[in-house]
């Protein structure tokens, strides 16, 4: 049975199957595939993209993770601001903020241009994300919302995983700047629906204040928190601006708790956490997308830089994962709404978790060729684990707040996954570069010329490459263990983000049981 209270008169609801619910459902799938495309398509055009701007290897992780840090830091923001504003004015001003700076970015001249267009695209994702949950929780039917959910899960993830085969044909025709122009059409159709077709909706609560202290207080905690980590492969560990990056962001986000513990209208209700599948569905989507995230990119390279795929093979590859989402999600939705979601939300993971398991276990390949009998099992039981997960877990989150909160849980949900992603990306990041280096010292033998320039090129991942002044030989040997140490680097790596996938399936057992009573604060 469903927690969720009933909507105010103020947001009426509608049908899923009515022309209204279709063009809402329209309204907000297209801004929500716009933002996640640029969440994965980027990962396999990054030798094109490194190749046109003449970009370091550091430049290509603040490509990828500028947008995602701001997402993260500012996307409660943009949750609560949808609350108390409007739902549908603040989506449609983070779309219209989306589509320009896209526009920017794929006009971007430098590296340093587009980290920074790339800055701003993550503010409008911010306020865009969490509208498109929020619409849906507050104005379709409280007993169509699972299937809705579903609906929206099954088409913006197949377009996430789809990302990387749209990117792959991109970026072996020459055009990777066309990644950001594509949203620019699907963010204006997306504007005119909501301007003819769909009604706002705010919150029911009077007199709520935006919470700028927790707000600056959050965006600031993270930044740092991912800047020291994205710096630590450049510095190591042991360098006085990683300590105090990493101390900041601690104290920070210890801030942020006791402000919004004090604070009379806080961004985040802490009350929300005494739900205990609200806690345990976040505690999942964080391990589950840490994992996910740190294994479509290091799959991702681990094909290109070392099983010889061209950029569209690897993107091709997670087609039987795209067509899964597309034909179980949905239908998975709708067990949750009949059945409950624990069972779902146990199984998926784990099976997910075991796909990510049997990937660490290919080693060195004979290319494409080699793909249904190395990579196609594992990558289908990932896709199946996905494909039974997506859409209960966010029904779960958003059943398990009151409507009048439902902007600040897709929110928090939304957060969660994105600080996820960043993570991954910034802590498998430095993870990748130590394993690699410790692989290549055993690799490497001990007598060979030039051994301390050969193991500089750590930092370099599947791009190293022995200096063209070594003699023919020492450099076919160095190649040779560039190959294996960085083959075994991402074996280890995969293993990593199968246990965090594991550690997703233990939170639903451990917290996810039946829906508690819905909580009644407001503050």
């Known amino acids: 049975m469903s927690t969720t209270q009933p909507n105010t008169p103020g947001n009426p609801t509608v049908p899923l199957n009515s022309t209204p619910g279709r063009w809402l459902m329209t309204a907000v799938i297209l801004p929500s595939a716009m933002a996640f495309i640029d969440a994965t398509a980027l990962n396999v055009v990054l030798p094109s993209l490194q190749k046109n701007l003449n970009a370091t290897g550091a430049d290509l992780f603040w490509i990828l993770n500028a947008y995602l840090l701001v997402l993260a830091a ?33 006009l971007a001249p430098s590296v340093t241009y587009l980290i920074v267009f790339r800055i701003i695209q993550g503010v409008g994702g911010a306020l865009m994300i969490p509208g498109s949950l929020s619409l849906l929780s507050s104005l379709i039917n409280e007993n169509e919302r699972g299937k809705a959910i579903g609906t929206w899960s099954a088409i913006t993830t197949v377009v996430t995983i789809g990302g990387p085969v749209i990117g792959g044909a991109l970026a072996d025709a020459g055009l990777w700047r066309y990644i950001f122009f594509i949203n620019i059409p699907i963010g204006l159709i997306a504007l005119i629906i909501l301007l003819r077709k769909v009604n706002e909706s705010r919150s029911d ?13 959050i965006a600031l905690g993270l930044a740092a928190l991912t800047f020291g980590f994205l710096r630590i492969p450049a510095l190591g560990f042991n360098h006085w601006q990683i300590y105090l990056t990493l101390s900041l962001g601690i104290i920070l986000l210890i801030a942020f708790i006791i402000l919004e513990k ?19 569905a976040n505690l999942l989507t964080f391990f589950l997308y840490a994992g996910l ?36 999600a949905r239908p998975a939705g709708s067990l949750a709404d009949k059945f409950g979601s624990r069972l779902l939300l146990t199984i998926g993971p784990a099976t997910a978790g075991l796909g990510l398991l049997l990937l660490s276990f290919v080693g060195s390949t004979n290319g494409a060729h080699d793909y249904w009998t190395t990579f196609f099992p594992g990558i289908l039981l990932f896709g199946l684990g996905m494909s039974f997960t997506v859409a209960p877990l966010t029904t779960t989150v958003m059943r398990s707040v009151s409507d009048q909160f439902s902007g600040t849980a897709s929110g928090v949900n939304n957060a969660v ?7 991954a990306n910034a802590i498998f990041g430095a993870l990748a570069v ?90």
């Open 74 to 106: 500012l996307i409660l923001v943009g949750g609560s601001l949808g609350d108390l504003l409007g739902r549908k004015k603040i989506f449609m001003t983070g779309i219209f903020i989306f589509i320009l700076s896209s526009a920017a970015c794929g």
């Open 205 to 217: 609560s009077t007199g709520r204040n935006i919470d700028f202290p927790g707000a600056i207080t």
């Open 262 to 280: 004090k604070s009379p209208h806080p961004m985040m209700p802490l009350h929300l956490f005494s739900n205990p599948s609200f806690s345990g």
């Open 293 to 328: 995230g740190a294994g479509m990119l290091f799959l991702s390279l681990d094909m290109v830089q070392a099983q010889g795929y061209s950029q569209l093979q690897s993107g091709l590859t997670f087609l039987p994962f795209t067509l899964m989402m597309i034909f179980i």
């Open 417 to 423: 996954s994105r600080v996820g992603g960043v993570f």
């Open 434 to 523: 130590l394993i690699f280096s410790s692989n290549l010292q055993k690799s490497l033998p001990a007598n060979i010329e030039s051994r301390p320039a050969l193991l500089q090129q750590a930092a370099n991942l599947g791009n190293a490459a022995p200096p063209s002044s070594l003699s023919p030989q020492i450099q076919a040997l160095a190649k040779q263990s560039y190959h294996t140490a960085f083959i075994s680097t991402c074996q280890t790596l995969l293993l990593i983000a199968a246990i965090l996938a594991f550690l997703g399936a233990a939170m639903a057992i451990l917290f996810i049981h039946k829906p508690a009573p819905q909580p009644t604060k407001s503050s």
